[in-house]
């Protein structure tokens, strides 16, 4: 099969080559899932799981990508709750191969059933960002209807889908981000937009939870904005202070197959839009990795067509 592969950890996006593996294997209560549309995050060869497995051994060449939507080709022994030629989409393992390929073994459990009028490349770009800002605004911050949440990078990938979900929560958002950002962030459903780079954070006034992508000087100077007994959330680094009598919490996304499937449904129903800001096959994914700040969202690799 083809896939995008790297074996040189010191040559960064220079060392990305499309190259032939051997199918993979499904190992018990795996997936083998015929790939139609892949999600990426340009970040990920600086992560040790891509380069290691979990027990410490070099796995290169390694495959990218940790997004995956497509159609269920091989079950492995004792796999249930799928079955081949299901439509599906979720999360490949950090420590094993990943979806930039034509086939991946993923865990069962991983994976949810995609709606048929959900589309490949819209299903690829849901589970990280979905996941993480479900998980922490709900599952870590705790976030109820009628408080106050300040999500920075409002328009990203993540913070996109959080300003819609704390929404729809009844809260009231907070954006942030680039100036170019604000008529997006507003459309998404942020009651107020504060420009990062205009020095508007401090006009946020007193919040109950800071969702944070960013980290650094951003983070610390969001934990002076939360109340007393409010809560942060970061995915960029383990916070250094946290508010008074309060809480501050770095996390990773962990798969979850029925909040993947609810994540699904709303946007079946129209309730979560997901930003696909670009469309490309898999001779050009390793062009893709290189930022782009022409593209609006994400950039979804398309590897098979329905």
Not at 41 to 53: H, I, K, Q
Not at 71 to 88: F, I, K, N, P, S
Not at 222 to 242: C, F, Q, Y
Not at 271 to 291: C, D, H, K, M, T
């Amino acid at each position: 099969m083809q896939a995008l592969t790297t074996s040189d950890r010191e040559a960064g996006l220079g060392g990305l080559a499309l190259a032939h593996l051997p199918y993979p294997h499904a190992a018990e209560n795996d997936v083998v899932v015929r790939v139609h549309a892949a999600g990426f995050t340009r970040g990920e060869l600086d992560w040790p799981a891509t380069w290691s497995d979990r027990a410490g051994r070099d796995r290169t060449p390694t495959v990218p990508g940790h997004e995956v939507s497509g159609v269920v080709a091989a079950l492995g022994y004792g796999t249930t709750g799928v079955t081949v030629g299901q439509r599906v989409f979720g999360l490949t393992d950090w420590a094993r191969d990943g979806s930039l390929a034509e086939y991946v073994a993923v865990e069962a459990r991983n994976l949810a059933a995609l709606p048929a009028d959900v589309d490949h490349t819209v299903a690829a770009a849901l589970p990280i960002s979905g996941l993480t800002a479900w998980q922490g605004l709900f599952d870590h911050a705790r976030l109820t209807t009628g408080q106050t949440v300040l999500i920075h990078g409002a328009a990203g990938a993540v913070g996109s889908v959080a300003v819609q979900l704390a929404h729809e929560a009844g809260a009231r958002v907070i954006g942030t981000g680039r100036a170019a950002d604000r008529d997006t962030a507003l459309a998404l459903g942020a009651h107020v937009f504060l420009d990062l780079d205009a020095g508007e954070l401090a006009d946020a006034g007193e919040v109950d939870v800071v969702f944070d992508v960013i980290g650094g000087d951003v983070l610390a100077r969001s934990t002076a904005l939360v109340r007393v007994g409010g809560t942060v959330v970061t995915i960029a680094e383990p916070p250094t202070v946290r508010p008074e009598d309060g809480r501050a919490l770095f996390f990773v996304v962990e798969p979850d197959r029925a909040r993947l499937a609810d994540l699904a449904q709303r946007v079946l129903d129209g309730r979560l839009s997901v930003r696909v800001g670009a469309v490309r096959p898999l001779a050009e994914a390793a062009a893709a990795f290189a930022p782009d700040r022409s593209v609006q969202g994400r950039t979804i690799i398309r590897v098979a067509e329905d």
